[in-house]
């Protein structure tokens, strides 16, 4: 079992987010946004000073193994009133990258999701390509809810089709063998 800790990113250092945007921009990370280009310094720093914001619709964490940072989760386009929001993850470093990483930073998003935010449903999106995080998606509990056809073009030019996926409060619940709690 992998045991990882979460760092709220707006509460780390200048060094912590620099690294954070290394990550985001190098390409195997990158090619797998849907916004795949680059993003600058000022653009990163306006993202983790919203988070900072009394009612933030944008919350990220650092993942951390063996005090060693990792990768990153956020809870993204959150919507307080319609009690959803958007999650994304990736594994910053490369070597630790298929070692079972993903599969404990999922466990956590769902836990800080439906637990933690009390929100009822989560969603998010993958390339179609990118077939081990679909599986783990889908193993987890996660519906495929979508297909947009050929709508992401990759770095080599053929158009990729963005699924869709999601996992209401209930029924995370019920995987878990749990009675669901209203969120508030």
Same mark, same amino acid.
């Given at each position: ?34 916004? *795949? ?44 009133? *319609?009690?959803?929001?958007?999650? &994304? ?23 800080? &999701? ?20 679909? &599986? ?18 990759? #770095? ?12 209401? #409060? ?13 969120? *508030?």
């Amino acid at each position: 079992m992998v045991n990882l800790s979460f760092h709220p990113i707006a509460e780390e250092t200048e060094e912590m987010w620099r690294l954070v945007l290394e990550w985001r921009n190098s390409p195997p990370v990158r090619f797998q946004m849907l916004d *795949q280009s680059p993003i600058d310094w000022e653009t990163h720093c306006r993202w983790i000073g919203s988070q900072k914001e009394p009612s933030p619709n944008s919350l990220a964490r650092v993942a951390y193994g063996g005090g060693r940072p990792l990768g990153v989760i956020s809870l993204n386009r959150i919507d307080r009133k *319609q009690s959803h929001s958007d999650w &994304g993850m990736y594994i910053g470093v490369p070597e630790l990258r298929g070692r079972g990483f993903g599969n404990a930073m999922v466990d956590e998003i769902l836990r800080w &999701g439906f637990d933690e935010e009390r929100l009822a449903r989560l969603y998010t999106s993958v390339l179609s390509d990118n077939v081990a995080a679909l &599986g783990l998606y889908l193993k987890k509990g996660f519906r495929l809810e979508g297909n947009w056809r050929n709508h992401v073009m990759a #770095r080599d030019g053929r158009y990729l089709d963005l699924l869709w996926l999601g996992l209401q #409060r209930a029924e995370w619940s019920e995987k878990r063998g749990q009675t669901p709690s209203s969120p *508030q």
